[in-house]
């Protein structure tokens, strides 16, 4: 068969986000590699790179990036392809992309500390001499410290004080972590002021709807973290209704947290429909932990308000299967916390801090109000 990109990347762009496309850009990577074309051998692992970081496994982001730096490193002058037309040089999209992979490595407690902290060092220098300023660095090196708030608010005041460039991300972004800055630190005040733009669709990101579910989802943990049940139940039932495909938008497990104290029949719906996703099917540990962290909860509560056993239809992928679909309630718990308080022990060993177990304490502390 003759080698053909173009028919390669017609081919995996009418498949299925996830899986089906991951499998599909590999075959073209495949080809690309045999081809030894360059351009595409990067352009291809782009792909990748953006369908395992948005919608599909975020580990094989972390196996395919590296890749992609070293075949460029090879081939510096690189030129991106007649699909990159933002790009003259593949590398500068290179150093979009490594964004990503390094907001995400903290998600991952098997990338040591000394590893992650080395890609971001990587990153610094690339982007320096790449004529950019560490907007961006900081940015992502403020995401990565959530388990030492000192270093964390360091990073966020570099950030907000540097200039955009043309490295930087999109001002809705931008915007969304100030937001989040500030609902952790208690200021609810300045972060309904800087949500405004974001709640009137002034200021976008990427689908129509990205930016304001990104805005949504941390006002939701807000309420929810500081026990004001009602408002967060209020927005837990728009983001039912707005949730995308998008693995960062999969927030089930907080959803159910939430209805567990003010519509627990709704929680439980919520777990029957999506129970493959809460901690089975999560791309990373992080994402794990926080709904194995969630679901507990829930499961607490449910025990706790004299519930001992409960029907559901689950299949044998679940690790308490059973073929008579009756689940005791305190088994249920159990399985969720020790999968939580598992995931929080190795971060914490990683991290040298104790922020996640931390976390999963708080959780269960809010899930006896």
Partial sequence: MNYNPEALKNYYEELPHGKPKMDG?????????QNNDVPFMVYFREQMCYEACFYGDTMYLMVIFPEMLSII????????????????????????????????????YQVSMDDCLKFFEDYKQRSVSFGYNLKPYYRALYCFYTFDKEKQAEAFHKFEKIPRDANSDCEACERNTEIEFYLDKGDFGKALELSKDIEVFKLKCGNYWDAWLRMK?????????NCMFEEATEIAGILERRINKKTEYQVWGTIMNCYAHTKPGRALRVY???WKELALENATPDSTFDSACNVCCFWYRIKSDGRETVKL???RTFPLYSE???????????????????????FDKRNGTGRYMETLVKSLDIAKK
Avoid at 217 to 225: D, G, R
């Fill in 25 to 33: 850009i590999r075959t073209a990577i495949e080809a690309a590699d």
């Fill in 313 to 315: 239809q689950l299949n």
């Fill in 73 to 108: 490193d090879r081939y510096p002058d690189t030129p991106s392809t007649q699909f990159d037309t933002a790009y003259i040089n593949a590398l500068d999209h290179i150093l979009w992309i490594y964004k990503w992979l390094i907001s995400e490595c903290c998600n991952f």
């Fill in 272 to 274: 029957k429909k999506h």
């Fill in 217 to 225: 989802i941390s006002f939701f943990e807000y309420y929810l973290n």
């Fill in 324 to 346: 008579e679909n009756i689940y005791n309630t305190e088994d249920l718990f159990n399985y969720y916390y020790n999968l939580a308080k598992d995931i929080a022990e190795k």
